[in-house]
């Protein structure tokens, strides 16, 4: 391992201070299942952890009275999903935080550390911008938010400045006769990096059988996940049918972009792309009409 | 850069130990304490074989740092038997012969007691998705879940006698 030094700081103010004084070299360590990692393989040159656990407002899960959700940029996934309340009201959220890496990983991975790790194929990302989630940032200047489709930039790559950290995403209220999914491939059963996924939020009508609106996201297609407006535009107004389900499909897959890597080929992941977002728009339906 | 002071609880009693701020729970157990029952499999998070229970989680001790475990209540393989008495499940693993090389076993056994430990019902289903972060490479894990449902069944019955 190279030799870093660790600190745990308590308030947000702190952290940003110590992450503007030691500039590039120092890092948030929430989860540690990616950076822990590349840290001890070389790949990310780590001369500081400022771990942020020890930060209310960072491992805080909070359902607010108007049913909009707080996550803590570190708070686990394990926390998440064990929270009966929390995946009733955002199963898709469960979907992605249950699957990520096993048990082992769940216990320590957040939703922070998997968008802030920015890795195009990240399990939880398609779904924080399905949900429409916000992203918290506090940094020398002050606090920003930042749409979470906005927040990738490239691979491993974010819109995070020198000092800045995610302090939480913040999730609207799910509106009435909504629902929401997210899939991924893996070519066995767990414990896999997706060679595609998908998350589809939708809205119905109150008689659940027209799509009121839809937000469509995809990811390990692409240099970061990709929010699909048009995948979203093709079922809005649109009656709930096999036929405008697969003009969100094909509108997804028109902007796929991926690569041919160890885990898929090209046309593979574009076959992918249509077959998950159509699955996550049913299962969605299905959610939205409880 | 100076090496850390860590007290945490482990297996039952207070330790205390020095760090280096960049060194792994893993290495931690193993180096600091002397604790050799966790294993270093992967080294990435994949294989399971560093299990412990860290605050009531499962966690892989190579993808946690050392000096974390400060405050920590901590479990290890070594704290899994009870005095003179193999737990249910180490002795459902020789009864079973699920291993082999025993590289994975600490990880295996401390993985399936975290699981039975929250749900002693588990069944061979949930039992086999609860342990798909623990990889063997020897036996195949049939009979790694023969002997977790049989020491489930132990442990049931030993909880029904009570």
């Known amino acids: ?290 | 850069m100076s090496k850390r002071i860590v007290s945490a609880n482990i297996n039952g009693e207070t330790a205390e130990f020095l760090v280096e701020p960049y060194e792994t729970l893993l290495e931690s157990l193993r180096h600091e304490l002397g604790m050799m029952g966790t294993k270093e499999g992967c080294g990435n998070g994949n294989c399971g074989a560093c299990n412990v229970i860290m605050n009531g989680s499962l966690v892989n001790s190579c993808c946690v740092l050392g000096v974390e475990a400060n405050g920590a209540t901590i479990t290890t393989i070594e704290g899994v038997a009870q005095a003179d008495h193999l737990h249910p499940l180490q002795q459902s693993f020789l009864e079973n012969a699920a291993l082999q090389c025993g590289i994975c076993t600490p990880g295996f056994i401390v993985a399936a007691k975290a699981l039975l430990d929250a749900e002693p019902d588990a069944d061979e289903a949930r039992m086999r998705h609860y342990l798909a972060g623990n990889l063997c490479r020897c036996t195949g894990y049939d009979k790694i879940i023969r002997a977790v449902l049989d020491a489930r069944d132990v442990m049931r019955q030993a909880t029904g006698a009570r």
């Open chain 1, 1 to 290: 391992m190279q030799a870093f030094d660790y600190i745990a700081p308590s308030t947000v103010q702190e952290a940003v201070a110590l992450l503007a004084k030691h500039g590039a070299g120092a890092r948030v360590l929430a989860g540690g299942t990616d950076l822990i990692i590349q840290a001890r393989e070389g790949r990310r040159d780590v001369a500081l952890m400022v771990d942020v656990k020890g930060i209310a407002e960072v491992t805080v899960l909070s359902l607010a009275s108007d049913g909009s959700l707080r996550v803590g940029a570190a708070t686990s996934c394990a926390t998440i999903y064990q929270n009966a309340e929390v995946a009733k009201r955002f199963p898709a959220l469960v979907d992605s935080a249950a699957l990520i890496g096993g048990i082992q990983i769940q216990s320590r991975a957040s939703l922070g550390g998997n968008l802030c790790n920015s890795g195009p194929a990240g399990d939880t990302i398609p779904t924080l911008i399905a949900l429409s989630a916000t992203c918290e940032i506090a940094g020398p200047a002050g606090t920003r938010t930042v749409a979470v489709e906005d927040f990738c930039t490239g691979p491993g790559r974010n819109v995070l400045q020198n000092g800045e950290m995610l302090v939480a995403l913040t999730f609207p209220a799910p509106a009435s006769h909504s629902g929401a999914a997210f899939e991924r491939f893996i070519p066995r059963n767990e414990m896999d990096i997706a060679v595609a996924n998908a998350a589809a939020n939708v809205t119905l009508s109150a008689d659940g059988g027209t799509f009121q609106s839809a937000r469509i996201a995809i990811g390990a297609v692409a240099p970061t996940p990709l929010y699909v407006a048009a995948a979203g535009a093709a079922l809005a107004g649109q009656s709930v049918s096999d036929a405008t389900i697969a003009k969100a499909c094909a509108a997804a897959q028109e902007a796929a972009i991926p690569i041919t890597d160890m885990r898929g080929s090209i046309d593979q992941r574009k076959h992918l792309v249509g077959v998950l977002v159509r699955r996550t728009i049913n299962k969605a339906v299905e959610r939205a009409r409880g």
